[in-house]
DNA sequence: CTCGCGCCGATTGCATGCAATCCTTGCCCT
DNA sequence: AGGGCAAGGATTGCATGCAATCGGCGCGAG
């Protein structure tokens, strides 16, 4: 059996992530020791990995609260993400092997027949995940997942209008074409435009 | 008095920043517990977000490790910075005031005047953490914070030849002159040559 | 002589107990 | 009646104790 404060991380991680927790609700040590049937340590010490990875925010003697992003924060994240995503889908390309390009055709189309929110973030984040991955670079990984796994994307899926989801999904699948063509160009430009799409609904269709 | 938690990641990060724990040393938790005189709880916690941050390497049963880096990591690394670091000097350079403008321009000239390599890293750190708050974006600080704050810097800052030192300075002030003209284009085009000399040296210069 | 197996010391990981701090609520004073 | 203050309750933060796991070492077999 694998350590309790990694499965205490990983279920905290999936009920934020999947939305099952809201933005900004309180985070008590002992309600979650009770819950997840552990002590408070293990607790205690997945709340502090989950913080530094700016899943949920700790302030001192006041308990954690889920992280939420204001929509500046949100301007910000994506500015990043433009600058190391497209990046990171270069570097992949090359470097992807047949398996793992079956493995995005799936997930891509997978994407195209689910319609529940909360599959459709994981699913998502496996996607984004999978070329981050395969770019080979920890340090670039490290920077993007603070960014990419947070619940920031869940926070804004469902202000997509139908048609910006229509775009958002293919652009999955022409990125995968790309990556299969070999052309890095070509797949580094739709993961912009893919960045772009995203940028502008989350930021015109939000409160 | 403020939590012991915090005072031992401070001291943890000065000692591992300042170069007083060689790259690779092993940190066992009851050791570290004795020589800060805590318990080894906070001690855990310490260890526990420093890894997040990527300053200590921990593996499950085997404890923690000051994490160093190859130089393939090196150069992953420096990509990074190149991506992140010009955007975020250009973003800077409107909103800084006047103070900020005098200490960024002391914290120049300090670097010029002092040969210590651990003062020196320190002085550096935050001439270059300086910019990076200073560009209002807490995501984009959280990306630099585990690739500048590292080590990185003065594991290889002593491979610095005379000539790239001195450019490596020169650069300083001229960022600092780029700031207080008010010229971001100017700024942000010093801190790419910046970055581009230290990497060269950095690949260049090292085992 | 070398390789493999099993035991032992050491360290990590978790649970629990206690003290310090903070938020809340009710009361008293103005 | 409104505001400030103090006491109570609850929660966090830290220390310590105990069990589980891992690495090292010696012994025995091939």
Do not use: C
């Amino acid at each position: 059996m694998r350590p309790a404060v990694e499965q205490v991380i990983q279920s905290l991680r999936d009920e934020i992530l999947s939305g099952a927790i809201t933005s900004g609700t309180r985070l008590g040590e002992a309600e979650l020791a009770g819950r997840l049937s552990v002590s408070r340590t293990p607790v205690r010490e997945a709340l502090s990995r989950l913080a530094a990875e700016g899943l949920v925010e700790l302030t001192p003697h006041r308990g954690a609260r889920v992280a939420s992003w204001s929509e500046e924060q949100l301007r910000e994240i994506f500015e990043l993400r433009l600058r190391l995503e497209p990046y990171a889908v270069r570097q992949a390309v090359p470097r992807l092997n047949a398996h793992q390009l079956d493995e995005l055709d799936e997930l891509a189309e997978a994407m195209i027949r689910y319609r529940d929110v909360g599959r459709l973030v994981e699913l998502n984040r496996r996607f984004h995940g999978m070329f981050i991955e395969a770019a080979g670079s920890p340090p670039l990984a490290g920077a993007l997942k603070a960014v990419t796994h947070a619940a920031v994307v869940h926070q804004n899926f469902a202000d997509y209008t139908p048609d910006a989801m229509h775009r958002s999904l293919n652009h999955h699948v022409e990125m995968v074409a790309a990556a299969r063509a070999g052309d890095g160009d070509w797949a580094e430009a739709v993961m912009r435009a893919h960045l772009y799409n995203a940028r502008a609904t989350m930021i015109g269709g939000n409160q």
